[in-house]
């Protein structure tokens, strides 16, 4: 997370602008997910484009961030994996799982890299919150956690981002009710003495709308924005970007 020094709106770059929210149905392929983030960070850059909140699903597969270890990944097989720029070694998503990408301007923010990971961190631990569950941070582990009933502590979210030209990407993946079974895979995060749980594991039988809504509410908390109201794709309000086709020829990223 180099950068993190340099704090302040950039040079000429003052105020901010609630972002665009999107929700994606379905099961989006990955390289589609990034192919959209990195075009939209671009306009973001350019100025031509909003700021972006973008809840997806995904099918099953595993990512690879910077810091991955390849003999993290036990069972190359079982899903697909992609290599990717994010912050992090190797991480799951699958179905179940909401995945936040949060493409924020840091020139207009705060050039803080530390500061925006903290904020996705507290943005999951107060929407957990209003669900009823504690969410903690652990300060040698990103990531919100959460305590089992037996003591031991358990990964609920996890967060890895990655930063162009001070404008962010990717974000954070909060398990809702994935199949655990899936993380046996990989090392989670490297973390190996850590188990991985969900609400539904907690007890809460909690459908991704719902969690989707506590999102909504409780980012202004955090970032200090008013969110946009959501609609869905049919309707009037949908962002242009949401309508923006996404399928196609993608090259994986590698």
């Known amino acids: 997370m180099a ?44 100025g031509t484009a909003r700021e972006l909140v973008w809840l997806v699903e995904h099918p099953p597969l595993y990512t690879a961030g910077t810091s991955a270890d390849p003999a993290e990944l036990l069972d190359p097989d079982r899903f697909p994996v992609f290599k990717t720029g994010r912050g ?50 652990r300060a040698d582990r990103i990531g919100v956690w959460v305590v089992l009933p037996d003591g031991r502590e358990a990964k609920i979210a996890a967060v890895g981002v990655r930063v162009r030209h ?22 989670p995060c490297g973390l190996a003495a850590w188990p991985v749980t969900s609400l539904e594991a907690l007890g809460l039988a909690v459908p991704v709308a719902e969690v989707d809504r506590h999102l909504r509410a409780s980012f202004p908390e ?7 109201e959501v609609t869905s794709p049919d309707g009037d309000a949908w962002p242009s970007f949401a309508r923006d086709p996404l399928s196609g020829t993608v090259r994986v990223p590698s």
Do not use: C, S
Request: hydrophobic share 45%; net charge positive.
């Open 3 to 46: 950068g993190h020094l340099a704090k302040g709106p950039g040079p000429g770059k003052t105020g901010v602008i609630a972002p665009e929210w999107r929700i994606t149905p379905g099961l989006l392929p990955y390289p589609e997910a990034v192919t959209a983030m990195e075009a939209r960070v671009a306009a973001i850059r350019a």
């Open 88 to 137: 992090g070694r190797f991480t799951y998503h699958g179905p179940g799982q909401r995945v936040a990408y949060v493409l924020l301007d840091l020139e207009r923010r705060g050039r803080d890299l530390r500061a925006h990971v903290h904020k996705l961190e507290e943005w999951v631990i107060r929407t957990l919150a209003r669900l009823g569950v504690r969410g903690e941070r």
């Open 166 to 187: 001070w404008v962010t990407y990717h974000g954070l993946a909060l398990n809702v009710a994935p199949d655990l079974d899936h993380f046996a895979g990989i090392v």
């Open 222 to 228: 955090v970032f200090g924005d008013v969110p946009v």
